[in-house]
């Protein structure tokens, strides 16, 4: 058994150095092998200090080399989210008044009216949702007031406009 993980080890690094980050997933399906062969392969290698684990929701993102932030991490899974402090941005500007509620999949709406294409991953819409929902934690980590529930079960963020403006002019100077 150790030979397999042994040989399979190779091939996880060098399809994860040609894609740069990727989740178990996006790997089981490109070397035609289980979820779990997958995700027990990355944790040796993490383990190993070869790889990287970086947390997006629910969804582990593992990066064959260290990635700025973990917004970087979100980019490369789904190009949309490199747009995502734009459409961040114009929720918040055109917030009327001291806090606003932001969900996911606002922000991908407004990617999707920015760049005029529907937002893709190779995981699909969910992950997608995942990865805008930990972006968002991460992004508006200070200005997250509280959070709610909507009966679809998707997460909204209420948010201190204030806050929040100060945080993206933070990180725009």
């Not at 997933?25 to 997958?38: D, F, K, N, T, Y």
């Not at 490199?82 to 509620?101: E, Q």
């Not at 009216?113 to 995942?130: D, E, K, Q, V, W």
Request: glycine share 6%; with cysteine; hydrophobic share 45%.
């Amino acid at each position: 058994m150790w030979r397999r993980v042994a040989a399979r080890r190779g091939e996880v690094l060098d399809l994860l150095n040609q894609l740069r980050c990727a989740t178990a997933g996006v790997l089981a399906r490109r070397l035609a092998i289980s979820h779990m062969q997958a995700y027990y392969i990355l944790s040796v290698l993490e383990r190993q200090g070869k790889a990287l684990r970086y947390k997006t929701g629910r969804t582990h993102v593992w990066c064959a080399s260290p990635v700025s932030s973990p917004m970087e991490a979100y980019a490369i899974i789904s190009p949309c989210l490199k747009y995502a402090d734009r459409a961040l941005a114009r929720l918040i500007g055109g917030a009327r008044g001291a806090v606003i509620t932001i969900a996911p999949g606002d922000i991908i709406k407004e990617i999707e009216r920015l760049l005029r294409i529907r937002c893709a991953t190779p995981l699909g819409r969910p992950h997608l949702m995942a990865a805008a929902r930990a972006w968002l934690e991460s992004r508006l980590d200070g200005a997250i007031i509280g959070v709610r529930k909507k009966k679809t079960k998707q997460m909204q963020f209420v948010v201190d406009v204030k806050k929040a403006r100060e945080r993206l002019a933070a990180t725009v100077v």
